[in-house]
């Protein structure tokens, strides 16, 4: 029989379960953490259904992995990192406390159209949103939100929506993605060709597909200008009524 969780008085595993997958995702997914030799992935996956509880031995290595406060990670005692109560110094585009997370607005506009132009945006505003939610979708270290500009992508987004892009998700496959194409940004419905082959598609039957190339490297600095780039997978749309 496995020993109970105890926060606050309560028997709470849901909560551990909860904060083992935000360590996880910070430490940069089970598939990381188990290339680096110290963890199993079978042992991974088991604790992050707490089955069976995790030994102290592991929570200590997955907080050292993820940048958390092992207190935190067992307990759910704040602050979750140490000297920092609600700012994670290790995440670049999200500050993320238990149950709510904060996700940025970049000042960067896609185009549902003819293509903007895509430069270094700066973090103008936020949205929060549920943690359960966010971790469901993909990795919130990762996310962030631009806006929507144009009409091909009508009636699916129109002009002045709000996408969450999560740049975790970059892997070629079919799906609404953001994609770079020679310097312009591009939020389209991806369908794939070949191997790093794939056509970009409007919802909006008025704006014709059109076939990119695919770079065929995680380096910026080694993609060749004529490749497109793909930013990450849409993973929310939002807009004002």
């Not at 973090?123 to 943690?131: A, E, T």
Request: overall charge negative; some cysteine; hydrophobic content about 40%.
């Amino acid at each position: 029989m496995q020993p109970a969780i105890v926060e606050n008085g309560k028997n709470n595993s849901k909560m551990l379960e909860t904060r083992i997958k935000i360590a996880v995702k910070l430490a940069g997914g089970a598939k990381r953490l188990s290339e680096s030799g110290k963890f199993a992935a079978s042992t991974i996956y088991n604790y992050m259904k707490v089955e069976p509880v995790p030994p102290i031995d592991f929570v200590w290595m997955l907080a050292e992995a993820a940048g958390v406060r092992a207190e935190w990670l067992f307990t759910g005692q704040e602050p979750m990192h140490t000297g920092d109560s609600e700012l994670s110094e290790g995440l670049e585009l999200g500050a993320i406390k238990f149950g709510e997370v904060k996700i940025p607005i970049i000042n960067v506009v896609a185009s549902a159209g003819d293509g903007s132009d895509f430069g270094d945006g700066e973090r103008v505003d936020h949205l929060s949103f549920s943690l359960k939610m966010l971790l469901d979708l993909g990795n919130p270290d990762q996310m962030q939100i631009i806006k929507i500009e144009g009409d091909s992508m009508e009636p699916e987004l129109a002009s002045g929506d709000h996408v969450m892009i999560d740049q975790s998700q970059t892997k070629l496959a079919d799906g609404l993605y953001a994609v770079l194409v020679d310097g312009h940004l591009f939020v389209k419905r991806v369908h794939v060709m070949g191997k790093l082959k794939a056509s970009l598609v409007s919802t909006n039957t008025s704006y014709p597909a059109f076939e990119i190339q695919i770079a065929d490297s995680d380096d910026v600095d080694d993609i060749d200008q004529d490749c497109a780039r793909i930013i990450g997978r849409v993973v929310w749309a939002g807009r004002a009524l």
